[in-house]
């Protein structure tokens, strides 16, 4: 019943853009932390950014930093991932997690509990 949905991916020209969105179905994501994570073929998976459960933190890694944003409308319980000035490194399944939040857990890390199944983005001429 806890779904995250994954939308928002495709093709694209090196320094073209996209917004991918992350729906949740089944669950509030208010008390949730949400992070975009993505893989590359033969690559393992990297952390791409997060955003706490507030919006009050937000943590980016370095390749995407200044080229990416993310946002969350709790109104609408979900997350999105602006990006801009897209690459071909770019290219990747991108996905959706989700952890909880609470008192002794630490808000905006890497890491997931409930994953989407992921979207596409495809970066090339």
């Known amino acids: 019943q806890l779904q995250l949905v994954e939308s928002g991916g495709g093709w694209v020209q090196p320094g073209g853009s996209l917004r991918l969105s992350c729906a949740a179905a089944g669950f509030n994501l208010d008390y949730y932390n949400i992070g975009w994570f993505r893989q590359a073929p033969g690559k393992e998976r990297e952390g791409v950014s997060c955003?706490?459960?507030?919006?009050?933190?937000?943590n980016y890694a370095d390749p995407v930093k200044g080229r990416f944003t993310i946002s969350r409308d709790n109104t609408k319980n979900t997350v999105y991932l602006q990006m801009n000035s897209l690459r071909p490194e770019d290219t990747a399944v991108y996905y959706c997690?989700?952890?909880?939040?609470?008192?002794?857990?630490?808000?905006?890390?890497?890491?997931?509990?409930?994953w989407g199944q992921g979207t596409q983005v495809t970066v090339s001429s």
């Open positions: 955003v706490s459960g507030r919006g009050g933190i937000t």
């Open positions: 997690a989700v952890y909880r939040t609470g008192l002794l857990v630490r808000p905006c890390d890497f890491r997931g509990d409930y």
